[in-house]
């Protein structure tokens, strides 16, 4: 192991991603920003240069960040935002590997751009060999309105909570938007350049794809390429080979493919759908937002015209959910912990403040994060979990004997809406017990028809409309938490939770006075 060091320079561009140009949050000028890569057991240290003009933060997503807590990156949980003209240092070791991202956790700076990719090797990686090069794809929506101008619209009084429409799709970064449909005044050329992938004939690739959108799920297609699912969410899974891969905000998969067919162009699809109604008016929400975004699949020799392929066929019940957990079984036999020690039960609601206001709750409570006063830091100072806030939705247990490994947590993610959510926890994977649909009784899955043989792992994992699903961790990492729906536009309603690990032992931790440094003295 070694360490790598990487230098992020948040810096506002003018780009055109999609071909109408607006400021990008970017890294190092970037959209999507650099990917960064390490090996497993590597120390990452990285260096942000905030001169955004507004503060930030940066979340590892999927990080254990075991001992670093405060290394995390989410805004009001683990630290203050980096105010602009500061440079703040995240240093963490690796202890996983497989595919992973880093975005923003400040308010909807994630939207504007500030989001890449995170690689990290592992020179024993099982599948080494069955692959002859690697890609890394990203998928996302797009907004041409800054989440300056958005989010207020979506949090004032009157608002209802429906999401604001994306205006495009992109594959790694590129899309194609109508530029007849541009406000006059604006900056836009339809864009010609189509994210291509440069394949040889007879050779296989690794394609990691990160869905790295606000508020869309997708379908992903190649088409007359099967794709052999290898890793989910950074954890490897035995192969399994598919024609279209639905995969949900935060989630990444690693896929094979296989360059065996005539060389020539193929079209690559990725079916772009919003499970959360969104404000175009009609509130017909399945018809919305339904089209491929493209890409191409360029054999090495192919001569340059649009592809011709076919299309699989589209199977709409894929939409809004995960590849069906029971066809992805882990590599190696996991060891789900066995010793529960905390159960508990979440019920996700949407609701409405006093004002009108439309919010979410878990638990009847809407998430608020303190930003001038992190939890992890308030428990180090001696407030105890139970004297935090009730907008701080605190689920609190404690292992602080014995073997922690083994130590379980279990969340019932009751999800009382007629919409999915994509739920992440911060600092852990999970297994998935049982992931229900359509439940007449939501509120109680029986433990007989959960999976403890072989559950599939991962950190984010779909909940479907008024179904409970039922995941497990092991409480071995001491620290502060987030739980949420990685849907931006319903974190940022408060569809969010805190989980304090062991506050017993993790209140002894030194926070690092550089962290410290990043809040305010007077906290009121
Ligand atoms: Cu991708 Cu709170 O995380
Ligand atoms: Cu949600």
């Known amino acids: 192991p070694v360490t790598r060091c990487y230098n992020l320079e948040l810096v506002l561009k003018d780009l055109a991603p999609d071909g109408f140009t607006r400021p990008v949050w970017t890294a190092n000028g970037q959209y999507p920003g650099p990917i960064l890569q390490a090996n497993h ?65 400040h308010l909807g700076q994630m939207i504007d751009g500030l989001k890449g990719p995170l690689i990290i090797y592992n020179p024993k990686d099982s599948y080494l060999g069955k692959y002859d090069f690697e890609y890394v794809m990203t998928l996302s929506d797009w907004y041409h309105d800054p989440t300056s101008i958005l989010l207020p619209k979506f949090s004032s009084d ?38 291509t992938y440069i394949v040889k004939k007879g050779k296989k690739y690794r394609f990691r794809i990160i869905n790295t959108s606000a508020l869309v799920h997708y379908i992903l297609s190649i088409d007359n390429h099967p794709l052999t699912i290898i890793e989910v969410d950074g954890t490897l899974v ?23 067919q005539e060389i020539d162009n193929y079209q690559i699809r990725a079916h772009i759908t919003e499970c959360t109604p969104i404000d175009n008016n009609t509130l017909n929400f399945d018809s919305a937002l339904n089209y491929d975004v493209t890409g191409i699949l360029k054999y090495d020799g192919a001569k340059d015209k649009p592809p011709t392929s076919n299309p699989y066929p589209l199977n709409t019940s894929e939409e809004c959910r995960d590849v069906n957990p029971n066809l992805l079984k882990p590599y190696f036999e996991p060891k789900v912990p066995q010793n529960v020690i905390s159960t508990f039960k979440t019920l996700v609601n949407f609701g409405a403040a006093a004002s009108g206001r439309a919010i979410a709750l878990i638990n009847n409570s809407s998430f608020v994060p303190n930003n001038n006063y992190p939890t992890n830091q308030k428990i180090v100072d ?136 990043l809040c305010a003295k007077d906290r009121g």
């Open 382 to 517: 001696g407030i105890k979990p139970n004297q935090l806030s009730n907008n701080d939705n605190p689920l609190t247990y404690e292992c602080d004997s014995g073997d922690c490994d083994d130590a379980a947590v279990e969340i019932f993610i009751i999800n009382n809406t007629t919409d999915s959510h994509p739920f992440h926890v911060h600092g852990h994977d999970f297994f998935v017990l049982y992931n229900g649909e359509n439940n007449s009784d939501i509120k109680s899955p029986h433990k007989s028809e959960f999976n403890f043989k072989d559950p599939v792992i991962r950190d984010v994992v779909t909940v479907l409309p008024n179904s409970t699903t039922v995941i497990r961790y092991s409480a071995s990492n001491p620290g502060v938490w987030l739980f949420h729906c990685h849907i931006q536009w319903h974190l940022s309603m408060g569809m969010a939770a805190q989980l304090i690990e062991s506050p017993s032992i993790f209140k002894n931790t030194t926070i690092p006075s550089d962290v410290t440094a």
């Open 158 to 195: 009157s608002y209802k909570g429906f999401a604001p429409v994306p205006d495009s799709g992109e594959i790694s970064g590129l899309g194609q938007y109508d530029c007849k449909a541009a406000p006059k005044n604006s900056k836009c050329n339809p864009n010609k350049k189509i994210a």
């Open 238 to 260: 035995k192969p399994v080979t598919l024609n279209t891969i639905p995969i949900n905000i935060a989630q990444r998969y690693s896929v094979i493919l296989d360059a065996n």
């Open 41 to 105: 057991g590597d120390r990452m240290i990285v260096n942000v240069f905030n001169k955004f003009g507004d503060p930030a933060t940066i979340h590892w997503h999927g990080m254990f960040q075991k001992g670093t807590n405060f290394y995390d990156g989410p805004e009001g949980i683990t630290q203050c935002a980096i105010p602009n003209n500061v440079t703040f240092t995240y240093n963490f070791t690796i202890e996983q590997d497989g595919t992973y991202w880093y975005h923003s956790h």
